[in-house]
DNA sequence: TGCCAGGCCCTCTTTAGGGCCTT
């Protein structure tokens, strides 16, 4: 069985917010994220953030986070200090990466961090390599795939440490269909974008990718 | 008054529309 490495670290995060859009006034209310190297969890981070206002009793009831946490919680702006030193200049991966992409500029934006955000996404590239799943949505791939998971759902911290076996499943995926024993961040990330017809040879870039790095070494 | 996210993907498409996915 090929154990799929990741060369360097990599941030799976994933946000709560109050509504859908960033551009409507919407901030981000729980931010969670782990640190992937070497194909393990090696550190993570979790933090409810106070938006100043209150949120919807369907955020309230979709989420678990009451408005009286939030009340009790850093605000948005502290945290996001903190958690732009964690994410360090990783790269990114959440799943449907839009949507966290949008609230992290959003939330970095209004702290004046500018840092280039490079983002995978996972539900993209789990449409190219499972598109027999039943769907594609977080929950569903968990179970389809047999991923860890303590049962928890729409919390930031237990959503990224499930969409990092997602990724890290994809990983070893990728592997095995090409047979090496390590898949580039950039590889796996343009899977997502790749036409369906055209996976093969995108998946020929990894082992391309790997005799460079042989011939290098 | 009516509308109100956005990026990606698929198809009954491309001068478009609707579903998926995230909270």
Not at 144 to 164: C, I, W
């Amino acid at each position: 069985m090929h154990t799929a490495r990741t060369q360097q670290d990599l941030i799976v995060l994933d946000f709560e917010t109050s509504g859908m859009a960033p551009q409507r006034g919407d901030r981000a209310i729980e931010v969670g994220a782990v640190k992937v190297n070497d194909g393990r969890i090696v550190d993570h981070f979790e933090s409810l953030m106070n938006p100043g206002f209150r949120v919807s009793s369907f955020i309230e009831e979709f989420t678990g986070i009451t408005n009286d946490e939030l009340r009790r919680a850093p605000r948005c702006e502290e945290v996001m200090h903190q958690f732009s030193e964690f994410i360090g200049g990783a790269p990114l991966v959440a799943h449907n990466a839009s949507f966290d992409q949008r609230f992290l500029k959003s939330e970095f934006a209004r702290i004046g961090e500018c840092k280039l955000l490079r983002f995978g996404c996972s539900m993209l590239v789990a449409r190219r390599l499972y598109p027999e799943a039943p769907n594609h949505k977080l929950a569903t791939l968990v179970a389809y795939k047999n991923l860890p998971s303590q049962g928890v759902f729409h919390r930031a911290l237990a959503d990224a440490e499930m969409t990092a076996h997602l990724w890290m499943e994809m990983e070893r995926e990728v592997c095995q269909r090409c047979q090496v024993d390590t898949v580039p961040f950039e590889v796996l990330r343009g899977l997502g974008k790749v036409s369906p017809k055209k996976i093969a040879d995108h998946l020929e870039k990894v082992l391309s990718f790997q005799s460079e790095s042989l011939m290098l070494s």
